[in-house]
C-alpha cells in the first residue's frame, strides 16, 4: 500500500468521523514512516529563487545537512520530544515568572525548533539553513567558524553600534564591547552564544531585503555549536515577521509533514486564499507580546467534550501555537480528562507501560482498532478533527505499541496553567499566521514540498 493510498484512507476516515465520532486505525497507518523518508527526492528541498514559498524540513529530514544518518523517523521523533521539557519551561518561564536561575537560563534554542528553511544572507548571497520558530524574534546564524556565514565577503554587511536606535531598543539584553552592540545568551545546560548585531541583505526566493537586522554569532559553546541558526518569527519589532512586513504583509504560513519528508513555509498574503481555510483570532498577552496565542475552548474525545474555558481564564493568555515545540501540552485538569476519556473508549485493548511523556499507551493488534475522533474548538466555532496520526505515536519499531501523542505540562512547572499546541498536531495543515489581521487560518493539506 503506497502512502498516498494510506493518507486517502485517512482523510475518509477522519471525514466519517465528524458524523460518527470515532475512525478506524490500523499499524498500517504507521509502518509507512520509515520508508516515505528513504522515498524522499532531496530536489524538492532545495531553495527557490523565483517564489516566496520555500521548502521547510524537519532538522533530521533525509534531506537535512543536520541528520544523524544513524536515526530513523521513529527515534528522531523520541529525540525531539526529551527538548520539549525545556521549552515548554523557556516559554512558560517567559510569559509568567521564573522560579529558578536554572529556569530562567534555559533559552528557546536549547529545543532548538524541528524545522528549517533555506535563506540568502549577504551580497553575494551566503545560503544558511535556519531554524523557524514562532517562540523566538532575534534572528541569528553562525559566524564563528566551519560551514557558517563570513562576513567579510559581504559588501553590504554591517555592524551596529551600541549608539544604534536598534540596540538601544534592546535594553539590558545588549552590552557594548569594541563599540559593538553585543547579545550574549547563557543557557541553562551551560552552553552559550555571543551575537554581535549586524545588518545585510536578506535573500527570500525572489524577493530582497536590505539592512536586515540578525545577531551575527561570534562565540559558542557547549551544546549550541552544532546547532543551525534561527529565524525569529515571533511578533515583536526585531522579528523577521516585523522586519519583512512591507514585503510580506505581515502573513506567512506552513505545512508541516507527517514525517521527515519535505513540507512548505509560504509568506504572503497569496496564504490567505488555500482551499477549506477556517479562521479564529489570533490573541495577545501582555506579560509576552512575542507569542501567538488562541482560543482553544474545548476537546472532544469521541462523544465526550472537555471545557478548556476555566483553564483559559485562570491562566489568563489563552492557548500558544509553536512551531517549535513538537507534542501539544495541555494544562491540567483538561489533558487528565482528556487522557481518561481516551482510556475508557480503548478500555477492550490491553495497556502497554508509559513511553517518555506518554502515560496512555496500548497494545495494538494487527487488524483495525476502532479509536475516537479528537477534535479542537477554538473561538469562532472553528472545529478541527484531527487525524488518528496527528494524535496517536508509534512508540516501537514494529508499531506494535500506540501512545496517546499528547502530554501533560512538565510537574513543577511555574506555567503549568499554560497550554501549548505543538506542530505534531499540525501536521498535514495549512496554518496561516494572519498577524496583520490578527487571525489564524486552518485548513487540512497534504504536505508535500512547495
Known amino acids: 500500500m503506497t502512502t498516498l493510498h494510506l493518507f486517502l484512507i485517512l482523510l475518509l476516515a477522519s471525514g466519517v468521523a465528524q458524523s460518527r465520532k470515532t475512525v478506524k486505525v490500523s499499524p498500517l497507518l504507521f509502518s509507512g514512516e520509515d520508508t516515505q523518508e528513504e522515498e524522499e527526492d532531496c530536489s524538492a528541498a532545495q531553495p527557490r529563487k523565483s517564489s516566496t514559498s520555500i521548502p521547510l524540513m524537519h532538522v533530521q529530514a533525509k534531506c537535512s545537512p543536520f541528520r544523524n544518518k544513524k536515526s530513523t523517523w521513529l527515534t528522531t521523533l523520541l529525540e525531539s520530544i526529551k527538548g520539549d521539557e525545556q521549552r515548554y519551561r523557556a516559554i512558560t518561564g517567559a510569559a509568567t515568572s521564573f522560579t529558578t536561575q536554572e529556569d530562567a537560563d534555559v533559552p528557546l534554542t536549547v529545543k532548538n525548533g524541528d524545522y528549517v528553511i533555506n535563506l540568502g544572507f549577504g551580497s553575494p548571497q551566503q545560503n544558511l539553513y535556519t531554524l523557524v520558530d514562532t517562540g523566538s524574534d532575534i534572528t541569528w546564524i553562525p559566524c564563528d567558524s566551519g560551514d557558517v556565514f563570513d562576513p567579510s565577503k559581504s559588501s553590504t554587511f554591517k555592524y551596529l553600534s551600541c549608539s544604534s536606535e536598534t540596540c538601544q531598543a534592546l535594553g539590558s539584553t545588549q552590552t557594548c ?248 498536531q499540525q501536521r498535514n495543515f495549512r496554518v496561516v499566521y494572519d498577524t496583520a489581521g490578527s487571525r489564524l487560518g486552518i485548513a487540512p493539506e497534504t504536505c508535500k514540498g512547495c
Open 177 to 424: 564591547g569594541n563599540y559593538n552592540c553585543s547579545i550574549t545568551q547563557t543557557y541553562g545546560d551551560g552552553s552559550q552564544v555571543t551575537q554581535l548585531l549586524s545588518t545585510d541583505s536578506l535573500a527570500v526566493g525572489s524577493q530582497s531585503m536590505p539592512e536586515f537586522v540578525f545577531g551575527c554569532a561570534k562565540s559558542r559553546r557547549g551544546l549550541i555549536t552544532s546547532a543551525p541558526g534561527l529565524v525569529g518569527f515571533g511578533r515583536e519589532s526585531i522579528s523577521f515577521v516585523s522586519q519583512t512586513a512591507n514585503l510580506f504583509q505581515k502573513t506567512f504560513s506552513y505545512c508541516i509533514p507527517s514525517s521527515t519528508s519535505t513540507g512548505c513555509l509560504a509568506l504572503g498574503k497569496s496564504a490567505l486564499s488555500s482551499s477549506g481555510l477556517q479562521f479564529t483570532s489570533l490573541l495577545t498577552n501582555s506579560a509576552n507580546p512575542s507569542f501567538y496565542y488562541v482560543g482553544l475552548n474545548g476537546v472532544s474525545v469521541g462523544k465526550d467534550r472537555v471545557a478548556v474555558a476555566a483553564m483559559e481564564q485562570s491562566s489568563g493568555k489563552g492557548t500558544i501555537i509553536d512551531s517549535g515545540t513538537t507534542i501539544t501540552r495541555l494544562a491540567e485538569p483538561v489533558y487528565s480528562s482528556v487522557r481518561d476519556s481516551f482510556v475508557r473508549h480503548l478500555s477492550k485493548l490491553s495497556r502497554a507501560a508509559s513511553v517518555s511523556i506518554f502515560d496512555a499507551c496500548f497494545n495494538f493488534p494487527s487488524g483495525d482498532v476502532e479509536v475516537p475522533q479528537i477534535t479542537l474548538h477554538f473561538d469562532k466555532n472553528v472545529d478541527v478533527p484531527l487525524p488518528p496520526t496527528n494524535y496517536l505515536i508509534r512508540t516501537s519499531a514494529q508499531g506494535s505499541v500506540i501512545c496517546l501523542a499528547l502530554a501533560a505540562p512538565p510537574k513543577s512547572s511555574s506555567g503549568s496553567g499554560v497550554s501549548i499546541l505543538g506542530n505534531f
